[in-house]
């Protein structure tokens, strides 16, 4: 038989599925994977299961419901006070993760070079491959996630065609400051590229970070699509509803690529996460509250251990470094020991 896709064939299997299988075996606590033990607001569900029962089982507009898409718009003015159309900038997906591909597939050709930092969520290098493009990484150090600008500088060249950006940023917890974003947005426009910005951490930062997304800097609305999650936001991380934001030619670029991945995401769900996005400021607040207390246990936990953890400012994820406790291995040997 001919051989399959080279790059899917090459792929092992992810390492969630691998320590979530291996917690499972033993009855672990498992945290390997990120996702709240809590399950999100009750009136969202309600709103998601009344609209089941109402007529909201058909398809829907290929860039999601309009109330949503006004939802996702007034949410951009309210927070960061951005002016997207609600009709031409933006696109609900099926997740972030299919926002994340569609955003990729809109702007990217083969050859193309693309920027990103690590260490990195997992899906993007496989999908930079898969559409042809070359990754360009650069890696930020432990303790402080600090920018390596020189190295970025370097990174940038006539190939350049975009910025993949995670802030708050999975797995480091760094929030990137006005400052660092000022840099990026200057080697942005020396370069002539885009940026797809992945927020889906938006509203998890802690006292002391602010999150600031990039498309808010002089000159970076017209090169930057803003993807947002609803299983982040409302902890309901199974049903994968994401949103996109950006400039209408882009959007439109954007729609194109969702209209040939998913064509639509479920309507019921789209109309909770509408009233979701309405919530008034405490919601927000207090879900970062909640998860700032829940970092903390986690990290005097870890601390009492004998693990040395360093500060998170946003996100699900907290770093523990396990050489002090003096285990012989690397990571995933030690992780698999604990876990087994
Ligand atoms: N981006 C990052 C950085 C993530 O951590 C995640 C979820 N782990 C996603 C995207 C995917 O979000 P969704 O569940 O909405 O597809």
Redesign the pocket.
């Known amino acids: 038989m001919k051989p399959a896709n080279s790059l899917l064939s090459a792929a092992g299997t992810t390492i969630f599925t691998v320590m979530s299988a291996l917690a499972m075996r033993h009855q672990a606590i498992n945290l390997g994977?990120?996702?709240p033990d809590t399950e999100g607001p009750r009136d969202v569900v309600e709103a998601a299961a009344a609209a089941l029962l109402d007529q909201r089982n058909q398809y829907p507009p290929l860039t999601g419901l309009p109330e949503l898409r006004e939802a996702v718009a007034a949410a951009n003015r309210r927070f960061y006070g951005l002016e997207i159309d609600p009709a031409a900038g933006v696109v609900v997906?099926?997740?972030?993760?299919?926002?994340?591909t569609a955003c990729l597939m809109a702007l990217l050709n083969p050859g193309d070079e693309v920027v990103l930092m690590e260490p990195?969520?997992d899906?993007y290098m496989p999908v930079v491959r898969l559409l042809g493009a070359t990754p360009r990484l650069v890696r930020l150090q432990p303790p402080h996630w600090d920018l390596p600008r020189a190295e970025l500088a370097a990174a940038f060249g006539p190939r350049t065609k975009l910025l993949l950006l995670?802030t708050p940023?999975?797995?480091t917890g760094k929030v990137f400051t006005p400052e660092e974003l000022g840099f990026l947005a200057g080697l942005l426009q020396r370069h002539d590229a885009y940026a797809v910005c992945?927020e889906?951490?938006e509203h998890l930062v802690f006292a002391g970070a602010r999150h600031v997304p990039l498309m808010t800097l002089p000159g970076m609305a017209g090169r930057c699509l803003r993807?947002g999650?609803?299983?982040?936001t409302f902890s309901l991380?199974g049903?994968?509803?994401?949103y996109v934001s950006g400039p209408p030619d882009l959007a439109g670029l954007v729609a194109k690529a969702h209209q040939n991945l998913t064509f639509a995401t479920p309507p019921n769900l789209q109309r909770a996460v509408a009233l979701g996005l309405a919530k008034p400021e405490a919601y927000f607040a207090e879900l970062a509250e909640d998860l700032r207390r829940q970092r903390d246990l986690l990290a005097a936990g870890l601390e009492r251990l004998g693990f040395r953890t360093l500060p998170a400012q946003g996100?699900?994820f907290i770093t523990a470094d396990f050489a002090p406790l003096g285990f012989a291995g690397g990571d995933l040997a030690f992780c698999e020991a604990i876990t087994a």
């Open positions: 994977q990120g996702f997906t099926s997740g972030a993760t299919e926002a994340i990195l969520y899906t995670n940023m999975n797995p992945d889906v951490y993807i999650s609803a299983g982040k991380t049903w994968k509803v994401g996100s699900y």
